[in-house]
């Protein structure tokens, strides 16, 4: 640290410098993100909750209110009436907490959770965290787990099973009316990672799949406004069935304006729920309809193109993901990588994943294609 402070002019071209070096979604060349260029009015609303501190929300009742406007906006998308939640750090803390809950409500001797082997990374992170074992049940060949074999890595030890919305590598959709069922028949919580697509699959035109609070077993669900709500980063979303739930959650707080915690983080922005209270009152329903239409016209557009070059896909996209391979799918990511594309290379699946973002425009689709036609005839 300096000894004297520098001027403000000073420190901030110093900022501008290095921010140049940060990759900026404008460049449509990001297609590894489940992340995209926030609203320009979650920009505005973050900035003017900037101070707002929501661990001690007594001293913040206006972003204490757009938080619970929120969780209910997103209870309402999800087919329920009397959901509760938070706006948190992100998938990762709304899963956690899912786990949490799930884990204290059932007895101490209960240690294990099944998970597809498509779950996402953080629930390594949380089966640490929480000392839970993970029993992982196999998918079928459209990368969806099995619900049978779900069904058959339950044990007297489970604490919960969990279903994915939207895959993070392949954007799958698990069967979750078939976990559901399982879920009610062996009396185990339900929870739903739908982290992607909570915010997607509500705005796909019928038929789609079912995933929410209407079937009767969901008794959580991660859903992230800082996906593909466009809020800013970091909006995470969770939501439990009931507030009974929340009493599995609580810490007492000895000495803050709230006399009680239910986020695994203490001090956390309330800048978070007033960019995505924003957010979702410009667009509104109309205006995410049409932004995941031109996602999954251009996730069609890679798609055929990418097929046209002679590679396969993993599968059918159902969300905005395209995955694909070829004779030597690692060596093409690092061609593409040299050409400037940021795409994910999955060694599970040995393929090239593509996440289209409402970032990613037709001409960055088509900029893409051309370079991989190239590449092919290399
Ligand atoms: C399905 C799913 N769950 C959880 C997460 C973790 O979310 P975060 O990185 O916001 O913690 C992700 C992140 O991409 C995800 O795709």
Redesign the pocket.
């Known amino acids: 640290m300096h000894r004297k402070g520098l001027s403000s002019k000073h420190v901030f071209e110093e900022l501008k410098k290095i921010h140049v070096l940060d990759n900026h979604y404008d460049s449509g060349r990001i297609l590894c993100s ?2 995209t260029k926030p609203h320009p009015l979650a920009e505005k609303a973050y900035r003017l909750f900037f101070e707002s501190n929501l661990g001690d929300s007594g001293l913040f009742p206006g972003s204490a209110q757009l938080e619970r406007e929120v969780v209910d906006q997103l209870a309402t998308l999800l087919q329920s009436k009397g959901a509760v939640g938070f706006i948190v ?7 956690l907490l899912a786990l949490l809950a799930a884990r204290n409500m059932a007895k101490n001797s209960h240690t294990e959770v099944v998970l597809p082997e498509s ?5 390594t992170k949380i089966c640490n965290l929480l000392n839970l074992k993970p029993v992982y049940a196999r998918l079928d060949g459209a990368f969806k787990v099995n619900p049978s074999e779900v069904e058959g890595c339950i044990s007297k030890n489970t604490v919960a099973i969990v279903g ?6 392949l954007g799958a959709v698990d069967p979750i009316d078939e976990l559901s069922k399982i879920a009610l028949k062996h009396n185990i919580f339900l929870h739903v ?5 909570g915010l997607v699959i509500p705005f796909l035109p019928e038929p789609k799949p079912i995933f929410d609070f209407s079937l009767e077993g969901v008794k959580s669900i ?1 859903v ?1 406004p ?2 593909m709500g466009m809020s800013a ?2 909006a ?1 979303g969770i939501l439990f069935k009931d507030a009974k739930i929340l009493d599995n959650i609580k810490t007492e707080t000895p000495y803050l304006t709230d006399k009680e915690q239910y986020t695994f983080i203490g001090t956390r922005t309330g800048a978070a729920a007033a960019s995505a209270w924003a957010v979702f009152k410009a667009l509104g329903m109309e205006g995410y309809r049409k932004i995941v239409a031109e996602c999954i016209e251009n996730t069609k557009m890679f798609a055929e193109g990418i097929k046209r070059a002679g590679f396969d896909l993993l599968v059918e996209p159902t969300l905005n993901i395209v995955a694909f391979k070829g004779h030597d799918t690692h060596g093409l990511a690092e061609k593409l990588w040299e050409r400037g594309w940021f795409i994910s290379y999955v060694p599970r699946y040995d393929c090239v994943r593509i996440v289209v973002m409402p970032h990613v425009k037709r001409r960055h689709v088509a900029a893409f294609l051309k370079d991989l036609v190239e590449i092919e005839k290399l």
């Open positions: 489940m992340c750090s992100g998938g990762t803390e709304a899963n779950a996402h990374f953080s629930f994915t919305a939207g895959t993070a590598e990672d739908a982290a992607f697509g991660t992230d800082h996906k980063i970091p995470g």
